[in-house]
């Protein structure tokens, strides 16, 4: 019950327009119930001899005209009459509920994109993105499932308690008899809602794997390719499908097995009302000869049209477990991302910070993912405002790890990371991330213009501070020979640009915002010599002005850092100057020998009183 109010709740907004739409659902009942009285009528009392006996019968006779023929044309018209009502009202209820189920869609969608955006890499690094899409996308369709089990519960119990009011006005009996296949009905939608339940849960995870599978396949495409792996992914893609349409095959065979049950039952009772309805006919008319007074073929009519009508609701009531299994499955896959703590959350005493240049300190910091070895293992060092400073070491050895902790995007598992002194988790997530600005190693382009891949950080920012960006970034240079200049549109994934010419608009983007602090993940790592230089003379004009915290595996991009720090296993080996660390031959000396051609005995010179000095560099 829980989750049914919660995926109703989604429609409070809606009350209004619920209400108007059960009242024309309940005007429309009417319409449709009122329909069989015509036929009863021509048969008994314009074309019979029986006189009108029952309220609707006495109403048409006290307006009808004498004639037989024009009271036919009346039949018919009020015939006409109440199906054109029907059709007008069937129209605007539908409208009505498209409006009505769209609105809560929009909701829970939003609620889930939000969610999906406050939850951490930690997260979605464990989770296929193809599964994030299909919940947001299809999932979420279940709440419109929920509130349509409700509504049809609520038009079908109230069409149903007026149609047994009607037949047990009509022949108490003959009513009994139509209703005894009730409880038959309620035992079978009982016992296959809990199996159609588990095999629509079972079918929607086979589908999200698919998506999955699709995304994946999409978005790799150039590996698949340079690796001649299309038969692979065709193989996996056919797995996938197969196991998809298995499972909605089964899910399916199921739902027509039940629908075959509710079908024989539902058969079962018409023929019974039937049986039973002409033996009171053949008994009251033929032996009994009671006239009007008994049960004539018209009321049997009335009956039987009741009847269809009866069993319509009977039968969507049974088949609301059907209709809701597939619901309730995705409610609960909506639901349990909805329910998912953050993690990277602010503090209920967190603080605001505003956003100024500031000291960076890492305080014992430990990391891991999960229950892995500690990646990082007590990393301590100070950063103050306006340094350049390099994490420089082997791959696998916790730089990137450490980036990703100074704008929260991970939380440390020991020590604490501090703003002038005030640990991170102390202080409001956003106002963390308005001091850092980013430049990944995946260099992350929108498939959108190349001024507002730019500009993403900071939307307001005008042309000229744009184009300033890109110079100082080195991106002007192959901006201004591109068909549309700034406003050429970059395709998805950035396939139309190079890998050098995504990293430098990476930078622009990050040297555009006003953060004072710099994160750069590898940012010559795909640049030619040439341009590796502008950036590293981009990066020593900024020196003094923001922060700048630069990884990278080249040695040359980070020479004239304020401080580096050598990483090895998790820790800080060795720290100081480029120069210092050379002269102290250890782990830095060996990366800088292999990059930068150092002898193993370097050539000495001597000093203006003879002693003896190192060319280290």
């Not at 609701?313 to 609301?320: F, R, V």
């Not at 309730?328 to 240049?357: H, N, T, W, Y």
């Not at 304020?562 to 031959?585: C, N, P, S, T, Y």
């Amino acid at each position: 019950m829980n989750l049914y109010w919660r995926a109703l709740s989604y429609y409070k907004g809606e009350v209004t327009r619920i209400v108007l739409s059960l009242v024309m659902v309940a005007v429309m009942t009417m319409s449709g119930l009122l329909v069989v009285y015509p036929i009863a009528i021509l048969v008994d009392s314009v074309f019979g001899d029986k006189g009108p006996t029952g309220f609707v019968s006495k109403q048409f006779f006290s307006v009808a005209p004498e004639g037989k023929v024009e009271q036919v044309f009346v039949l018919a018209l009020m015939m006409l009459g109440l199906g054109l009502m029907q059709q007008v009202l069937s129209m605007f209820q539908t409208l009505l509920g498209i409006r009505i189920g769209y609105s809560g869609l929009m909701r829970v969608r939003c609620d889930l994109f939000r969610k999906l955006q406050e939850l951490s890499l930690a997260y979605h690094r464990s989770q296929p993105q193809g599964d994030a899409i299909y919940r947001l996308s299809w999932d979420t369709y279940g709440v419109q499932t929920v509130l349509g089990f409700l509504q049809s519960v609520v038009v079908n119990s109230l069409t149903l308690a007026f149609m047994v009011w009607i037949m047990m006005v009509n022949n108490w009996k003959l009513g009994l008899v139509s209703l005894i296949v009730a409880p038959v009905l309620y035992w079978t939608t009982k016992v296959y809602g809990k199996v159609l339940q588990k095999q629509a849960t079972e079918a929607k995870e086979v589908e999200s794997r698919l998506t999955t599978t699709i995304q994946r396949s999409a978005s790799t495409i150039g590996l698949v390719q340079a690796f001649s792996r299309e038969q692979d992914e065709y193989n996996r893609f056919t797995a996938d499908v197969n196991a998809s349409v298995s499972a909605y095959i089964k899910l399916h065979w199921q739902e027509v097995l039940f629908w075959l049950m509710v079908g024989s039952i539902l058969a079962v009772g018409s023929a019974g009302v039937l049986a039973y309805g002409g033996y009171l006919v053949y008994q009251d008319q033929y032996v009994l000869k009671l006239g009007g007074d008994g049960f004539t073929v018209g009321k049997l009519t009335i009956f039987l049209g009741l009847l269809s009508q009866l069993y319509s609701p009977l039968q969507k009531l049974s088949g609301t477990g059907a209709m809701l299994a597939t619901g309730v499955a995705g409610c609960r896959r909506v639901f349990e991302v909805l329910d998912r703590d953050p993690i990277i959350k602010d503090d209920p005493q967190s603080i605001a910070m505003p956003k100024q240049s500031r000291v960076l300190e890492l305080d014992d910091v430990y990391f891991r993912y999960g229950d892995r070895e500690n990646v990082l293992d007590g990393v301590t060092c100070t950063i103050k405002p306006g340094e350049m400073v390099a994490f420089v070491g082997s791959s696998g050895v916790g730089k990137t790890t450490l980036l990703n902790l100074i704008p929260r995007f991970y939380d440390p598992v020991g020590g604490g990371i501090k703003l002038d002194g005030t640990d991170l988790r102390k202080i409001k997530v956003k106002d963390v991330r308005k001091h850092t600005a980013l430049v990944l190693q995946e260099n992350v382009v929108l498939p959108t213009s190349v001024r507002e891949n730019i500009a993403y950080g900071r939307p307001d920012a005008t042309d000229a501070q744009i184009k300033h960006a890109a110079e100082l970034a080195g991106a002007a240079s192959f901006i201004d020979k591109l068909d549309h200049k700034y406003e050429e549109q970059i395709s998805e994934a950035g396939s139309n640009l190079s890998g050098g010419q995504r990293q430098r608009i990476s930078i622009a983007r990050a040297l555009l915002t006003e953060a004072p602090i710099i994160i750069m993940d590898e940012p010559t790592s795909a640049l030619d010599p040439q341009h590796e230089q502008l950036i590293i003379e981009t990066l020593n004009n900024i020196k003094g002005h923001r922060t700048l915290i630069l990884v990278s595996h080249r040695l040359s991009t980070v020479s004239d850092c304020d401080q580096i720090f050598v990483m090895d296993a998790g820790k800080i080996v060795e720290r100081g100057k480029h120069a210092d660390l050379l002269k102290q031959r250890g782990l830095y000396w060996q990366m800088a020998k292999h990059q930068l051609k150092l002898e193993d005995n370097p050539p000495q010179r001597h000093g203006e009183h003879g002693e003896q000095l190192e060319v280290t560099s």
